[in-house]
């Protein structure tokens, strides 16, 4: 019994230390697994990183393509409401001028003085009003000349300005997203030569060849910021048609009395005037003309009915000094303004320059006078988008980020040695990440459909179009923003080739 227990005893020693074996191979399995995928974690994480990398890059140069357009809008629809005043200017000057005109002495006062039994009644009165007038005469002569040349110095600044930004945003997007690229990783820059390499030439082409500038003065062809600065909605009363009454209480422009002296006994003789007037954008675009004029209608009882010139007057700025374009030699379309606009405000007339008012063709022969602003009057260069219809999507910015491959691992012991070390799979030494983006233009309507993009922007409601019409992009609406884009695939292609091609970087 004692033997048997004694060799138990040693079978179950010498069987002891057995499963140690297979505990430690699975261990350095084990171990060898845990070191392959904390490797390959941290190339996922540096991967993934760099792609967060690139996105932020391309985002911030769609952002300053999108601010481009945004600022362009802006200062396109600072320089329409500049136009509008200048339109204004050129307004009161032919208005005031043919006001003072009016009630200066002229050939109608012979006439009347003529007819009249007693014509101090149209003299008094008319006296009192070339007094009221020789003041705001004086002062807008003085006040006029200066606000038209610095609106025209305000347009200039801003329509350089719109150059001088575009070709400042352009410019600064290589700079702007390397910087972008090393403020979020620091080991990390665009890809060196990215910006001037062939892979980068056409979507540069294609961003600055979306927008142009338009010098719209001396063209006859359509214009958009003609077409916005001379719209209905645009432009006030004042500017488009000045019809009203001279005949005024009390008897300003005005006479009833008798014409015995003429017709002898039982006679009437009446005087009334009416004021016709309007603004045009001249149809070459170089400025804006005006023609103010008052006409008046005399009635004898034994003569009849005949007519005269009242007062007259213009204005212009730009470098207009005819209303013709090939003076002495007057064409209907002289008459014509940019917009639809002819006669300058008189409407008694379906055609351009047939049948007007004496008074209006006379100034017409005459001129403008010396303009308001020989320099800048005229409508100024502007940037607009380069198609009739674009799509909403401006050409996209596709940038490549590139981070050094012994920057990719922070544990470098880890890394192994010999047949145990790890090759990070990178191409030249570098890993590269492509992200691509583009400024977009979007202006939501009301519409059921429109609600629904409404909930995506912020604050949409409180620029939404009210007529639910579609706005195609433009530079004249402040609705651009910026997104991120698909890449596509040529760009892929040619990144990969480039990357498999390229020599091995330089250890930063």
């Known amino acids: 019994m004692k033997s048997s227990a004694r060799k138990g005893r040693a079978r179950v020693a010498g069987a002891s230390g057995q499963a140690l074996v297979p505990a430690l191979i699975f261990l350095l399995v084990g171990c060898i697994g845990l070191y392959v995928a904390f490797n390959s974690f941290q190339m996922t994480s540096a991967k993934i990183k760099l792609q967060n990398t690139a996105d932020a890059a391309a985002y911030s140069a769609a952002l300053m393509q999108a601010r481009d357009y945004n600022f362009s809008a802006y200062t396109n629809r600072a320089m329409v409401a500049n136009q509008v005043t200048a339109a204004q200017v050129v307004s009161l000057k032919s208005w005031i001028d043919e006001l003072d005109n009016t009630y200066s002495l002229s050939e109608l006062d012979d006439t009347i003085n003529s007819i009249a039994d007693h014509p101090a009644l149209w003299s008094t009165p008319k006296q009192i009003g070339k007094a009221d007038t020789a003041p705001v005469r ?42 972008i690229a090393q403020l979020n990783q620091s080991d990390t820059r665009v ?118 010139t009242a007062g007259m007057g213009g204005g212009a700025n730009g470098n207009i000094t005819n209303y013709m374009t090939h003076p002495p030699f007057a064409a209907w379309q002289d008459w014509q303004g940019y917009g639809g606009y002819f006669n300058f405000g008189y409407t008694d007339s379906p055609t351009p320059g047939w049948q007007v008012p004496e008074a209006m063709a006379q100034q017409f022969s005459v001129g403008p006078g010396p303009s308001l602003d020989p320099v800048n009057g005229g409508l100024l260069p502007y940037q607009e988008v380069n198609y009739t219809q674009p799509l909403t999507q401006a050409p996209r910015i596709t940038i490549e980020v590139t981070r050094n491959s012994n920057t990719l691992v922070k544990t470098v012991n880890l890394q192994g040695g010999g047949r145990m070390q790890l090759d990070d799979g990178t191409a030249a030494n570098a890993m590269r990440a492509l992200s691509s983006a583009s400024a977009y233009f979007v202006r939501p309507d009301e519409t059921s459909s429109g609600s629904a993009l409404l909930g995506g922007l912020l604050n949409a409601d409180q620029w939404a179009r009210a007529d639910h019409k579609t706005e195609y992009p433009s530079l004249f609406s402040p609705y651009w923003q910026a997104r991120l884009a698909p890449v596509s695939d040529s760009e892929r292609a040619a990144a990969q080739a480039s990357q498999i091609s390229a020599p091995t970087q330089v250890q930063k």
Request: aromatic residues 8%.
């Open 191 to 308: 890809t060196d030569g990215y910006f001037t390499s062939t892979r980068n030439a056409a979507q540069l082409a294609a961003w600055k060849s979306y927008t142009a500038i338009v010098k719209p003065a001396g063209t006859l062809e359509q214009d958009d910021f003609a077409d916005v600065a001379t719209d209905r909605n645009t432009l006030d009363g004042f500017v488009v048609r000045r019809h009203s009454s001279r005949s005024v209480a009390p008897n300003f422009q005005q006479l009833s009395d008798t014409a015995n002296r003429v017709c002898r006994t039982s006679s009437s003789f009446t005087v009334s005037v009416m004021h016709d007037g309007g603004t045009q954008l001249r149809n070459d675009k170089s400025g804006w003309q005006a023609i103010d004029a008052s006409t008046a209608a005399l009635w004898v009882s034994c003569l009849g009915s005949f007519g005269g």
């Open 138 to 179: 004086a002062t807008l002569d003085a006040l006029l000349p200066v606000v038209a040349k610095n609106i025209g110095v305000l347009n200039r600044a801003l329509s350089d300005a719109q150059t001088n930004f575009h070709l400042a945003m352009f410019t600064a997007v290589p700079d702007t997203a390397n910087a």
